[in-house]
């Protein structure tokens, strides 16, 4: 089955950028998205089709993508950003998951 | 706005049968696949089932495939999972999500 990896966690400085990379087999011919999930709550969307960001999402949030590795990077992190990020891309009419990574902002 | 509102959860015990629901509202929910999703407590995501935009096509997880049946009324806006002999391993919050939004979420936990 198809499987992408993330890294488990990842810190940074507030103001500092944060990256978090997916990689997976041939996922450069897939479209990747990215979710952000707080403690309690539902995940959201702030990621899609690689580099696009939904409305609503903070210009602080991109994404690129090169060969088979997919990453999220949050420029000038904030306090507000800490949360597990999970990555996800469609593999044959299904998602799949990375395992997620917790960012925390020390 | 784009509203998903599952519902159906519950506390079982192993072996028993649950039906999930989730109810759309806000987009034209049979233009789009919809999925459930869910999520062990303390764990990562993990994809469940999908059902194409018209119900014509379904897929699931190995971990669930011939125990859980996902169905759609388009006419009513409500997606369905059909869950049976349900184990302890299927302990989870339960997500209806789809390329527009995310549910809040259904529990499901198991009895002791």
């Known amino acids: 089955s198809y499987e992408l990896t993330q890294p488990p966690s990842v810190s940074v400085s507030p103001g500092q950028t944060a990256s978090i990379t997916c990689s997976g087999d041939k996922l450069g011919s897939k479209y990747a998205s990215w979710y952000q999930q707080k403690p309690g709550q539902s995940p959201v969307l702030v990621i899609y089709?690689?580099?696009r960001r939904p409305s609503g999402i903070p210009e602080r949030f991109s994404g690129s993508k090169s060969a088979n590795t997919a990453t999220l990077t949050i420029s000038g992190t904030q306090a507000m950003d800490e949360a597990d990020y999970y990555c996800?891309?469609?593999?044959?009419?299904?998602?799949?998951f990375g395992g997620g990574t917790k960012l925390t902002v020390l | 706005q784009v509203q998903l509102v599952e519902s159906g959860g519950g506390v079982v015990q192993p072996g028993q049968s649950l039906r999930l629901s989730c109810a759309a509202s806000?987009?034209?929910?049979?233009?789009?696949?919809i999925h459930w999703v869910r999520q062990a407590p303390g764990k990562g995501l993990e994809w469940v089932a999908v059902?194409?935009?018209?119900?014509?096509?379904?897929y699931y997880a190995d971990s669930v495939k011939g125990r859980f049946t996902i169905s759609r009324d388009n006419s009513k806006n409500t997606l369905h999972l059909q869950m049976n002999s349900l184990t302890d391993e299927d302990t989870a919050m339960y997500y209806c999500?789809?390329?527009?939004?995310w549910g809040q979420g259904t529990l499901v936990t198991f009895s002791s």
């Open positions: 089709q690689d580099d």
């Open positions: 996800q891309a469609w593999d044959s009419r299904i998602w799949v």
């Open positions: 999500a789809n390329a527009v939004g």
């Open positions: 059902i194409s935009h018209d119900g014509s096509n379904k």
């Open positions: 806000g987009f034209t929910f049979s233009d789009f696949p």
